[in-house]
């Protein structure tokens, strides 16, 4: 590896930091992120629910999430199968990419050293999506303990505190699975790396960019705004 990449995979690793920083904060050049605005919503329906003796929609909603975050990790598990058999085919992989034109050779150990930062990449990915699983079934749970509408109407006050703590864990399981989901979207302008440290930076810009107005200017944000 020569200076340049080191530089390339500094600028990807601020690049990520630096995404998630903005998309954290409250608002940006006076926008509220997707992220946050679902936020409320999620508060909503979970306060809706002290309105219903019904729980089968709430508990349906919950099986959907976890249905999602069990795709992404089973998903991430194929990929780092996929980087590991890709390390020990090291030699018959950078033999393919030498004949490829435009591609930076740099030799065998920084080829395996890339394959390791993805292999890296897609664990902590998994890792997040595993715990994003895990709290989404403590959701479940503290759902189930919000009380029927007979009790609300007698303590609304402990009823609202039961929901609450449903929300918060409801909130924090998100905040995983949308680590995760940008681990996966980020890995994606990685992969340039094993062409060059130019295309590394250059395709985590884009991806970036594409995240950023997803989060900020994307119709769906739109969808969620007060008329």
């Known amino acids: 590896m020569v200076l340049v ?7 990807f690793a601020l690049l990520w930091g630096g995404y998630v920083w903005v998309t954290d904060r409250r608002t940006v050049f006076g926008r509220t992120s997707l992220s946050r605005l679902m936020i409320e919503r999620r508060r909503r329906w979970i306060l809706n629910s002290l ?33 590991f058999a890709l390390l020990g085919r ?7 990419f030498s004949d490829l034109p435009y ?18 990449i897609f664990g902590y ?31 609304r006050a402990a009823a609202e505190r039961a929901a609450e703590r449903a929300i918060r864990m409801n909130v924090v399981a998100a905040k995983h699975f949308n680590a995760g989901l940008r681990s996966i979207f980020l890995s994606i302008g990685y992969l340039g790396w094993f062409v060059s440290p130019y295309i590394l930076m250059g395709a985590t810009g884009i991806v970036i960019v594409v995240l950023f107005r997803r989060q900020f200017f994307s119709e769906a944000r739109d969808a969620l705004l007060e008329p």
């Open 5 to 11: 990449d080191y530089i390339a995979l500094l600028v």
């Open 51 to 83: 309105n219903r003796d019904l729980k089968m929609i709430d508990t349906q909603i919950i099986a959907g999430l976890q249905a999602g975050t069990a795709f992404f990790a089973s998903t991430c598990i194929f990929a780092l199968g996929g980087c």
């Open 90 to 96: 090291a030699t018959e992989a950078q033999a393919i």
């Open 103 to 120: 591609v930076f050779q740099g030799g065998r150990t920084a080829f395996e050293l890339k394959v390791s930062g993805l292999t890296c």
């Open 125 to 155: 990915a998994f890792f997040k999506f595993g715990w994003s699983y895990r709290l989404f079934n403590y959701c479940s749970i503290l759902i189930g303990g919000i009380p029927m509408l007979s009790e609300t109407k007698v303590d």
